[in-house]
């Protein structure tokens, strides 16, 4: 079987192991092409190939599986691959070094760059790889989960290494500001905002006692310079405000 065609780097291949159920199939190919990663393989699956379980949960990933196999066994599916991760949650009596999934996954782009061929093991869900299969990797990929209860379902898997591959490689702002069809403040809006608040303040006597009052308004527009107002929020404050002073006339 051959991968569809990629353009370098080329992206690991994510390779299961003795898969006992098709829909774990299927859920595993969307979890791929939810973070763009379309080389899947499937060696010696329970139920059979083609699986029909496992194109209905792929819903519209499934060319992955058009591809995917099936494959003899674990040496025939990494038969092209340059560097072998294996995943697994149980200790092993293997001398390879073990990563997190970041971890593994920076390593894998950096070996893609270099024009190497990267594989990914997961297991069958019952028991996940054995000794054999570990055996044919470079390293252990584990991740840090709880010890009484480590199994994580194979399609959760694929996709936690998917997300780690997809983002390294995709510049992703860890905190966004959603505007909601507005736009912020501009400094002088700020400020004749801050004019309002000072005007109505001063009106209440809230400026006392008078010693007191360059700090109370230095507070004040260090507060609104601070806020990061966007101008439907500076219109509503002028609203708050006129309701206010209508009202206390």
Known sequence: MTDPVSSDPIPPVFILVRPQMGENIGAAARAMLNFGLERLRVTDPRDGWPSPKAVAMASGAGRLLDHAGPFRDVAHAISDCDYVFATTARGRELTKPILTPEAAMAEARAL?????????????????????????????????????????????????????????????????????????????????????????????????????????????????????LTRAEVQTFHGMLRQIARHLK
């Not at 209860?149 to 996709?159: E, G, K, T």
Request: charged share 25%; hydrophobic share 45%.
């Open 112 to 228: 893609s760059a270099a024009g190497k061929r990267v594989g990914v093991l997961f297991g069958p869900e019952r028991t996940g790889l054995e000794n054999d299969d570990v055996a044919l990797a470079n390293a252990i990929v584990s991740v840090p989960v709880n010890p009484d209860f480590p199994s994580l379902n194979l399609a959760q898997c694929v996709l936690l290494m998917g997300y780690e591959w997809r983002r390294q490689g995709v510049p992703v702002e860890p905190r966004v500001m959603e505007l909601a069809r507005t736009e912020f403040a501009s400094r002088i809006e700020v400020e004749k905002l801050g004019d309002h608040f000072e005007e109505r303040l001063e009106a209440a006597g809230f400026f006392f006692p008078p010693t007191k009052a360059p700090g109370m308004r230095l507070a004040l527009r260090n507060m609104w310079a601070r806020l990061g």
